[in-house]
């Protein structure tokens, strides 16, 4: 069983779309993260939520809109796609100290 | 503001030698250092952490060193094998005022072993 998945694991998409990313964890856990990993590596968050309540807003654009409704499951929405958001999305999970990431969602903006 | 300092941004190690990575923080309130491992095309993976109240953690080949004066930890893989490539990320964290932990991450680096 996968602790943490992601849908899509890849999605292409024209500039100006918007999109949805969707993660669930069959952990337990309390709180969920999205990061933000560029073309160099760079692990970037950009939300957390405990318990459906959102802990972490990083400084990302209002274009970003996370959705957790329930502990299980956080969604990402972005609007407006443009070029500059190209990345792998991650999602993670956690209890206490450990972080689960998933797999991985490859966003490619055209 | 980078307040994990990782180096270095890539390292290529021949089969059966030691790689190091190291890493730098500023916060003293930091009171948790994992260091986590990604594969290609796969999520980080948690590999080794440490508290600030030891000064070493050994689990198989792989080691932290923590020097709490210097504010610095290090990664030590020993008898490195071609299996152990990826990047390798360091991170630091504290409980915020609502009881989570947010971790600040180094910015990787990427280890090749060569067979």
């Known amino acids: 069983d996968t602790a943490v998945s992601q849908t899509p694991k890849y999605l292409v998409t024209q500039m100006g779309n918007d999109k949805s990313i969707k993660c669930e964890q069959n952990?337990?856990?309390?709180?969920m993260y999205w990061y933000k990993q560029d073309s160099k590596k760079f692990l970037k968050i950009m939300f957390s939520?405990?318990?459906?309540?959102?802990?972490i807003n990083e400084t990302v654009p209002n274009r970003f809109s996370p959705k957790s409704p329930d502990k299980a499951h956080l969604n990402l929405h972005i609007n407006s796609l443009e070029l500059g958001d190209s990345a792998v999305y991650f999602c993670a999970s956690s209890q206490y100290d450990e972080q689960y990431f998933g797999p991985g969602t490859r966003l490619t903006v055209t | 503001q980078q307040q994990v300092k990782q180096s270095p941004q890539s390292l290529i190690v021949q089969k059966g030698g030691i790689s190091i990575i190291n890493c730098a923080y500023e916060?003293?309130?930091?009171?948790?250092f994992p260091w986590y491992q990604q594969f290609p095309g796969k999520g980080p993976a948690l590999l080794i952490a440490?508290?600030?109240d030891v000064s070493e953690k050994k689990e198989g080949r792989f080691t932290i060193s923590f020097n709490k004066s210097a504010k610095q930890f290090s990664l030590h893989i020993m008898d490195s094998q071609p299996g152990d490539s990826a990047t390798y990320f360091c991170?630091?964290?504290?409980?915020?005022?609502?009881?989570?932990?947010?971790?600040?991450w180094g910015l990787g680096t990427s280890l090749a072993v060569n067979p």
């Open positions: 952990l337990g856990h309390d709180t």
């Open positions: 440490i508290r600030p």
């Open positions: 916060n003293t309130a930091f009171d948790y």
């Open positions: 991170a630091a964290s504290h409980y915020n005022a609502g009881n989570n932990r947010k971790l600040i």
């Open positions: 939520y405990n318990n459906k309540e959102l802990i």
